[in-house]
């Protein structure tokens, strides 16, 4: 039987005269894996030192921990809240699709029917950015893995990761899912910062394209953009907004900007926390009748587990390698989610 995970909204009726309404719980996650590598030489991306004689030591022992470790944090995302794991999960740093179905036959997740949306991006590294969703919860009808094309200085081909594109029906409504892993911030932000910016460029050439063909399309845009909500690249591109009432019809909301103006994050460098791993959405997600998918609320997922516990960096994400030392953590970021809820009909 198909389960059906529920939260309860009890409205006092002595103080509204109503009865309690049930609200259907989606949880939405997105989880930078840092580096999930399998241990074998691939001949055509750079990956030589995530194997057993490169430099990292990678071996089938230091795998199985990480796939281990990444399979607990992911089975637990808003589960003090939802009572089960995340509908829908985007990934990025995941080396191909077969590390991805470790993760997902690993036991923490074996019994949880998730899919894979997947394909390979020419990023040099060969880290990809993937879909997990849950099969009783999501049915994907459409997927298309978008190309950044990126030049240096001298013309020549910058290779990074695609944004993935996944149009389906959760809830029996139409949901678009753009899962995202934008240039890192190597060399600087003068000298990367451009390319982030022609990151969300694509991202709202995606969301326009898909607005045109059907203007009632929900669409939900995550990843680890290697940019906080406040940047260039969101306010000034995507034109983001971090309060509902700022939004128009075509207007993006953002409420991973409200956490960073709390000071919360999702990775740390230097004593300075950054917000990286964000969602932002169509307008269509605030404002929605509540018979339909409306977003709830945001979060980042930092429990005690996935954080460093002594010394210098404490209070850190637990990194899998910190200075080139084996730490035998997780990843160094936190993943970040999303709740949508939708009221029940009688």
Request: glycine share 8%; aromatic share 10%.
């Amino acid at each position: 039987m198909r389960s059906l995970i529920c939260l309860l909204v009890l409205i006092s009726t002595s103080l509204h005269g109503q009865k309690s309404n049930t609200y259907t719980l989606r949880t939405i996650a997105f989880y930078n894996v840092e580096n999930l590598f399998d241990t074998k030489n691939d001949s055509l991306i750079f990956d030589d030192d995530r194997t057993p004689e490169g430099s990292y030591h990678w071996t089938h022992e230091r795998y199985k921990t990480k796939v281990d470790h990444i399979s607990k944090v992911l089975s637990k995302i808003g589960e003090e809240t939802s009572k089960t794991s995340p509908d829908v999960i985007g990934l990025c740093e995941v080396e191909n699709r077969q590390v991805i179905e470790d993760l997902i036959q690993h036991p923490n997740l074996s019994g949880k029917g998730y899919g894979i949306v997947h394909f390979d991006s020419p990023d040099a590294r060969g880290i990809d950015v993937a879909l997990l969703f849950k099969k009783e919860s999501y049915l994907p009808t459409s997927f298309k893995s978008h190309r950044l094309l990126l030049f240096d200085e001298l013309g020549e081909r910058v290779y990074t990761r695609d944004q993935l594109v996944v149009g389906g029906l959760l809830d029996q409504e139409d949901i678009y899912f753009i899962v995202n892993h934008w240039p890192s911030r190597r060399g600087g932000e003068a000298i990367s910062g451009p390319k982030r910016v022609r990151a969300a460029l694509l991202n709202k050439r995606i969301i326009d394209s898909i607005q045109e063909l059907n203007r009632k399309a929900k669409i939900i845009s995550m990843g680890d953009l290697n940019d906080d909500p406040t940047d260039n690249s969101l306010k000034n591109i995507l034109k983001t907004k971090g309060k509902p009432q700022q939004l128009d019809s075509l207007g993006l909301y953002n409420p991973m900007e409200k956490l960073y103006r709390k000071g919360i994050g999702s990775l740390a460098y230097r004593d300075k926390w950054n917000l990286f791993d964000q969602f932002f959405m169509t307008s269509n997600l605030i404002n929605a009748d509540k018979t339909e998918l409306t977003f709830w609320k945001a979060g980042i997922y930092a429990p005690a587990f996935i954080r460093t516990q002594k010394g210098k960096y404490k209070g850190y994400p637990l990194r899998t390698y910190s200075g080139g030392s084996y730490t035998g953590g997780y990843s160094d970021h936190f993943p970040s989610y999303i709740f949508l809820i939708k009221q029940m009909t009688p």
